[in-house]
């Protein structure tokens, strides 16, 4: 099972909107047997481990109703992180500025990774500014992932953050 059917999911977020959090992302990883459920939660000005913790203990709740797989899972419950992923377009207008690496799938024929900061993301397109001042136009459907970079040379500290 890649992914929990959609209303479980909404079910999970509204549940951490009632702990006062936002459920960024649910990830469904491992093999058949021993599934991990990943929930990725943010608020401005950070996620707690009591708000993990929260969540966690409600969610568990949830999922054994709900009992989604056939044997026993893992549930993972976390914040972002620094190096944090971005999930929707918000996160590209949020970020823009920051130093990203940007992931881009095998079916890319150019470089694999891209470093540099993020412009943003427009009309399926995400917009990075390499090293050269070049702004580079990928493909957002052709772009794996993309992450934030903070200690990345020339990186700025993230909205609502002071730089140290």
Do not use: I
Request: charged content about 30%.
């Amino acid at each position: 099972m890649a992914k929990l059917p959609d209303d479980l999911q909404a079910r999970l977020a509204r549940l951490a909107h009632s702990e006062g959090v936002q459920l960024l992302a649910v990830e469904v990883t491992g093999v058949a047997r021993k599934p991990t459920v990943r929930l990725v939660l943010d608020r401005d000005g950070g996620v707690s481990l009591a708000d993990c913790e929260n969540v966690s203990r409600q969610a568990s709740a949830l999922l054994d109703a709900e009992d989604p797989f056939t044997s026993a899972y893992t549930l993972e419950v976390s914040s972002p992180g620094l190096d944090r992923k971005l999930y929707a377009d918000e996160d590209y207008a949020r970020f823009a500025g920051q130093a990203v690496r940007v992931r881009m799938r095998p079916t890319w024929r150019g470089g694999k990774l891209v470093d540099g900061v993020l412009v943003g993301k427009e009309g399926g397109t995400v917009r990075v500014r390499d090293r050269n001042d070049a702004v580079l136009e990928l493909p957002a459907t052709e772009v794996f992932e993309t992450r934030l970079q903070p200690f990345a040379e020339g990186a700025q500290p993230a909205p609502g953050k002071k730089k140290r």
